[in-house]
């Protein structure tokens, strides 16, 4: 076998595989770190300014006997989960979210941003050159491209049953991505991450200083704030996702793909 077939056999790309999994190690350090952050100051306003006496949209609120979340003016009970929980001590604590999902474990808001912001800089590399590299390796116009056909209201809804009845491919289209499949990794990885990456640059005192134009797109450092809790809420429901339908789909054969580059379904063994 040929070189050149080789590597037409492969399901995940190097790029794509490598890019993959620094990407999972930086987005679990980033969101663990960034929860510390935001038990320096749990509550989320709209806007430039936010403190204590202004009307927060969204807050962790805690005492010694309740923890909750409010969002509006709906108020849900967290109490020994998220506001008020027990640490491994057994004593009562009252950080918005506990030691077992920040890092680090115990409260910091330095080491906090020092780990927030080295990993930062690492997600925001590796996603500008799987970015590049994407556009060369035609792997953006290869697996992502929606044709016209996929546009079709009649095909979006018949994926959609499909998902739902747990039926992820066609026979013969293991290698190809659904609709569904496209829409959320173009809305993932062309959308959602840069725009974390931009709000994140808009809290920076320093890019505000420099760049006051990005913090005025997005309306405020505090609207830059909650636009950001926002969008790591939804990568959190992107991630749920994507273990769920793995899981279903098989997950060690699944794994090994990303892992190894996996074989394309039809190929023929050397």
Request: net charge positive; charged share 15%.
């Amino acid at each position: 076998m040929t070189a050149s077939a080789e590597k037409a056999e492969k399901r995940h790309r190097l790029t794509t595989r490598v890019w993959h999994w620094v990407n999972a190690l930086c987005l679990l350090v980033l969101l663990m770190s960034g929860l510390t952050i935001f038990n320096a100051h749990p509550r989320l306003y709209w806007g430039e300014y936010g403190a204590h006496d202004d009307y927060a949209w969204a807050a962790v609120g805690s005492s010694q006997t309740l923890g909750y979340v409010r969002v509006g003016e709906t108020k849900i009970e967290t109490t020994g989960f998220i506001g008020n929980w027990r640490d491994s001590d057994g004593k009562i604590q009252t950080w918005a979210f506990p030691g077992w999902a920040t890092i680090p474990s115990y409260y910091s808001l330095a080491e906090g941003r020092r780990w927030h912001f080295f990993f930062a800089w690492i997600f925001s590399i590796g996603l500008t050159i799987f970015m590049i590299r994407s556009l060369f390796n035609r792997h953006v116009q290869r697996d992502l491209h929606v044709t016209r056909s996929e546009w079709r209201p009649s095909h979006i809804w018949r994926s959609l049953k499909d998902h739902l009845r747990l039926r992820f491919h066609d026979d013969g289209t293991v290698n190809i991505y659904n609709i569904l499949q496209k829409f959320s990794y173009i809305g993932v990885i062309f959308i959602l991450l840069p725009l974390m990456i931009l709000t994140g640059l808009a809290m920076s005192p320093a890019m505000d200083a420099n760049w006051p134009w990005l913090t005025d797109i997005f309306g405020g450092r505090q609207s830059a704030r909650s636009i950001h809790f926002i969008g790591m809420l939804l990568l959190v429901s992107f991630f749920i996702v994507h273990m769920v339908t793995l899981a279903l789909a098989g997950p060690f054969k699944q794994t090994w793909a990303m892992i190894t580059g996996g074989k394309r379904e039809g190929s023929a063994d050397a």
